[in-house]
């Protein structure tokens, strides 16, 4: 798997099946003459035989091929193990275009240990479909696996569930050639609704890394998911909303919040000194709708939410854009502010899990963007294009089986 790709480095993940080294090569595409190796990485079992691979010294806007070799020997796959570098545009042209897939929600099944019954997953040529977008990169935007009863309570448990879902065949070529971000939700972080309460979060947090590939772990010293990173143009923040989550329930816990102060405060400083036009923020549960079903911020954390939105209206933050997920539907939300800014949100829900039939009639959401529910697997496209100071986002959600359901164009002036 591809983590992050910057203009000098990329992240190359591999997994092996028992204590072993492993070493990419990588070469320039159509100059094999010139080929360059990562540093030898050795796996080991507390960490699930999970490597972390560095290509360095790589030139912007250039093509890269790559082999992985497993204590010695050549892998050879049937997909296209490939990756380009990130453009260096600043002072030299308008940013470039391009495109990030994004959705949440993957159910990959394992009878022995699923509830009875029909399966819950299905439709695993989602990721087939994404793949065949050829995105320029991946957002994976939280209940990335599914951790089960069996695994909840034990490294092997969590490590297990990973190890499985990874290994969908489905998946392998998305994962070879794009680059992969994410964060998490409820379920790969805990049990269904689990917060900060949850007494096997480290363990949880130790599984993300090792099978995740992002740039950075946590913010100011702090544990979970927290990082940020820029792709052309746009300021990507990923948000933890599990961690320093208070509990969900508890009546009487003075301070309520799913982000917990440390990380509020970085993310609302981070945003306020962003000058992206864009700014794309990856939190599990849904922030604008006024939906008070499920996890929702408008049901769990109002006074959160109200200070996130005050302080992007009063701050005069423009073009932000939540991503989220956990709802089993896909809508779009869009506010617009007292300061005459629109804000987004793109829930994009699920990929191949269980799916919210009803959601049109039962969640009443007030800031739903008419006709843009979708009720069957999906993904979400966004497509950021134009120049530098008039940048537009078309947004288009797809079906499993690559069929357009909807498509709109966010802007600064409203979605249109």
């Known amino acids: 798997m591809l983590g992050y790709v910057e203009m000098k480095e990329a992240l190359l993940w591999v997994q092996t099946k028992s204590f072993a080294t492993v070493q990419v090569e990588y070469w320039e595409q159509g100059k094999t003459e010139q080929k360059w190796r990562t540093d030898l990485v050795q796996t080991y079992k507390n ?54 897939a994004t959705g949440s929600c993957a159910y990959i099944n394992e009878p022995v240990y699923d509830r009875p019954g029909k399966p819950y997953g299905s439709n695993h040529q989602v990721f087939t479909q994404i793949a065949n977008q050829k995105p320029d990169l991946m957002l994976w935007l939280g209940d990335n696996v599914y951790l089960r009863e069996v695994d909840w309570y034990s490294r092997s448990g969590i490590q297990h569930r990973y190890t499985h879902d990874r290994a969908l065949p489905e998946l392998q070529p998305l994962l070879a050639s794009t680059p992969n971000y994410a964060i998490w939700d409820d379920h790969d972080f ?3 609704d689990a917060d900060g309460t949850w007494v096997h979060k480290e363990t949880a947090w130790e599984t993300f890394r090792d099978f995740w590939g992002n740039p950075t772990y946590g913010v100011n010293g702090q544990k979970g998911c927290t990082t940020m990173f820029q792709f052309a143009d746009v300021d990507f923040f990923l948000l933890d909303n599990r961690y320093f989550r208070t509990p969900n329930y508890c009546k009487t816990c003075p301070e309520r919040s799913a982000l ?3 990380q509020l405060q970085w993310f609302l400083a981070a945003l306020a000194s962003s000058r992206a036009p864009y700014k794309i923020v990856a939190i599990g ?15 769990l954390f109002p006074a959160e939410r109200e200070l996130i939105l005050n302080f992007i209206e009063k701050e005069n933050i423009k073009g932000v854009i939540f ?5 089993h539907y896909t809508e779009l939300s869009a506010l617009k502010n007292a300061a005459g800014n629109w804000v987004y949100d793109l829930t994009a829900s699920p990929f191949s899990s269980g799916v919210f039939i009803d959601a049109a009639t039962k969640e009443q959401n007030e800031l739903r963007v008419p006709g843009t529910v979708v009720t069957e697997h999906n993904f979400g496209l966004l497509r950021f294009s134009g120049p530098r100071t008039s940048r537009e ?22 979605v249109k």
């Open 190 to 192: 805990g049990p269904n």
């Open 323 to 327: 991503l989220t997920g956990d709802k």
């Open 285 to 299: 549960g849904q922030v604008l709708s006024t939906s008070l079903n499920g996890e929702t911020y408008s049901k």
């Open 47 to 100: 960490s699930a035989f999970t490597a972390k691979c560095i290509a360095e010294n790589l030139e912007p806007g250039r093509t890269y091929e790559y082999r992985v070799e497993i204590n010695g020997d050549s892998i050879h796959l049937q997909y296209p193990t490939k990756f380009s570098t990130q453009p260096l545009w600043q002072w030299r042209t308008d940013p470039p275009a391009f495109t990030l």
């Open 393 to 414: 986002v078309e947004l288009k959600v797809v079906n499993y089986e690559g069929k357009e359901i909807w498509k709109k164009m966010l802007s600064y002036e409203g």
């Open 260 to 262: 917990g102060k440390e």
